[in-house]
């Protein structure tokens, strides 16, 4: 039976893995602690790691986890950027979890547009207090509305779909067109001149690295409503704090932040925040900011569960999987790391 340490563990993720475990014949240790430099050593004496999106797999924490005689990270999200894959190649096997929910971050990015243009969230703040006032509460019709996505993988296209129920004219951008005809792709520099709203459902690569920054804003409307449901570091959060005192951002809604690894999943209610761009940020009341909750559902926790354990039973039975980032060499599947 495999040993599989889980790293940055809640309490919601536990039953899907303790249920899956039993099923797929694997022994999950939870630590609530990141997997960083300082805690690799936790990982002696399993067979592999199951990190999360904040934890930190450098190439010294890979060398750790190799030296170990470790030779499977099995990601419970679909991106890796936190992952340096370069230096797992030939020593390790990556895999991951592509596709847990789209429905999921697609729905909540839709929840915060709405929360953030209709003021519901200031609402209920003020009928709580008795105060049934209307005064800055106006918001605007999203239907007729131009919205550029930019990302048309599952959870793009499932947002696109919850935008034409809206009534919204949906441009959208992607270097790898999908083939379906209903979706209007146009130059990036035409989605950002011509949309209302811009949301962003794309990985984290090099090319896409701060795609949201001060020239790609100029190009934007006066006033333009951006929502981030995908990584934080595609937008450039000094150059987002300076548009939106400019009045150029109209509303910012973020699940995602760039440096969210230092404070989201935690509690820090008692606690001065170091983050300057982040406070600032939160004080503003156009910028609503959930803490990387896009997708939390059952549905999603379940299929991360499932997928990972499912993940991590086909690299100890030799199988081929569809979700690896990149595979271990036949020669290092030593029988150490083949078992049942």
């Known amino acids: 039976m495999p040993k599989i340490a889980v790293f940055d563990t809640k309490p919601y993720d536990r039953p899907g893995f303790e249920r899956y475990g039993k099923e797929y014949g694997i022994e999950f240790k939870f630590f609530e602690t990141k997997l960083t430099e300082d805690t690799v050593a936790l990982a002696a004496g399993f067979d592999g790691v199951s990190p999360f999106v904040n934890d930190e ?37 990556i895999l991951r979890v592509p596709a847990y929910s789209p429905y999921a971050v697609a729905e909540h990015a839709m929840a915060m547009l709405l929360t953030s243009i209709r003021r519901t969230h200031k609402a209920y703040i003020r009928t709580r207090d008795f105060n049934f006032t209307l005064n800055g509460m106006v918001g605007f019709d999203l239907h007729g509305k131009t919205i550029g996505v930019v990302g048309t993988g599952k959870i793009g296209r499932v947002f696109i779909d919850i935008c034409r129920g809206f009534g919204m004219r949906v441009l959208a951008y992607d270097p790898f067109p999908v083939a379906d005809g209903s979706i209007e792709y146009v130059p990036l520099e035409a989605l950002f001149a ?26 934007m409307k006066t006033g333009v409503v951006l929502i981030n449901t995908s990584r934080g570091a595609l937008v450039d959060a000094e150059d987002l704090v300076e548009a939106i005192k400019e009045k150029k951002i109209g509303a910012a809604c973020l699940d995602v932040y760039e440096e969210e690894s ?21 004080s503003m009341p156009n910028v609503l900011i959930t803490s990387h909750q896009a997708f939390l559902t059952e549905e999603a926790l379940n299929n991360i569960a499932e997928t990972t354990a499912r ?3 086909d690299f100890f039975e030799g199988l081929p999987s569809p979700n690896a980032v990149c595979s271990l060499p036949e020669r290092e599947k030593t029988p150490q790391h083949q078992r049942a």
């Open 194 to 219: 011509q949309s209302d709203i811009l949301s962003l459902h794309c990985p984290l690569t090099e090319q896409t690295y701060h795609i949201v920054n001060r020239e790609s804003i100029r190009k």
């Open 57 to 93: 797999v450098s190439a010294n924490v890979i060398q750790a986890l190799y030296g170990y005689g470790i030779r499977l990270i099995a990601m419970r999200c679909a991106g890796y950027n936190n992952v340096d894959v370069r230096a797992a190649e030939g020593k390790m096997a």
């Open 262 to 282: 230092d404070f989201f999943f935690e509690d820090f209610s008692g606690h001065i925040v170091r983050d300057d761009v982040l406070a600032r940020l939160i």
């Open 311 to 313: 993940n991590i039973r």
